[in-house]
């Protein structure tokens, strides 16, 4: 049973966009757009070249911010709140997902490469504000974005995080590497599953797994 390889979990740490809410729900085709419009702006790119700049630094940086600081001194703060800017009536709440993190025993916590505040309004309009002791965004982590060793580091000291007795929930493969090197259970949410040696479990359905953990 999986509920086994969790009974020494006492501090779930959750991902926000595209696992605490389905990826149809497509937040990141909102974001994605403010994010190319950004940097058409600042940098006087057309729109191919602004968005493929925006995904080299991903892949470089592990954010799109953290490339624009780097490379054009921006304020992360204001581009936060521009790109988070996005219309999210239409998420529902998921009174399952509710149900099931709060039989989880132990402090859980959301840890994102988003802003704390658009957390903070997903989670509201999710209907799971309450399910959880803290939320951390990047500028916890001193603008430091997953899957960098200091973000984890920073918002774990932060936060009083044993990672031998945590586990990690998250949709990007890659942000779970350093969690397992820590020590934590990890548990990729894609319905793409990842054979990466640094991922133990696999879920398309958060709320069913971990409905399973129960103990």
């Known amino acids: 049973m999986v509920a086994q390889h969790f009974a020494h979990v006492d501090t779930w740490v959750f991902d926000l966009d595209n696992t605490l809410y389905p990826p149809s729900a497509d937040l990141f085709g909102q974001m994605d757009a403010r994010f190319s419009a950004y940097v058409a ?11 493929k700049l925006c995904v080299d630094y991903w892949v470089e940086y592990g954010s799109t911010l953290t490339g624009l600081m780097a490379h054009h001194d921006i ?14 009536s239409h998420l529902e709440e998921d009174a399952a997902l509710l149900s ?15 802003s704390q505040n658009h957390a903070k309004r997903v989670l509201a309009a999710r209907g799971l504000t309450r399910a959880f002791d803290a939320v951390y965004g990047v500028e916890h ?22 990672p ?19 020590g934590m259970r990890t548990v990729h949410v894609n319905t793409d599953p990842d054979g990466s040696d640094h991922i133990h479990h696999h879920t398309d359905d958060l709320a069913d797994f971990l409905s399973q953990l129960a103990r």
């Open 41 to 51: 702006r600042l940098t006087g790119l057309d729109h191919a070249s602004a968005r």
């Open 75 to 88: 304020d992360p703060h204001h581009f936060l709140a521009e790109v988070h800017d996005i219309d999210i």
């Open 100 to 114: 099931a993190i709060n039989q989880l025993s132990g402090r859980k916590i959301v840890f994102t490469n988003g």
């Open 141 to 162: 982590a001193d603008f430091k974005p997953k899957p960098n060793h200091d973000a984890f580091s920073r918002v774990f000291a932060k936060d009083g995080v044993t």
């Open 164 to 182: 031998t007795v945590a586990a990690m929930f998250e949709d990007e493969a890659r942000n779970l590497a350093v969690p397992h090197a820590l």
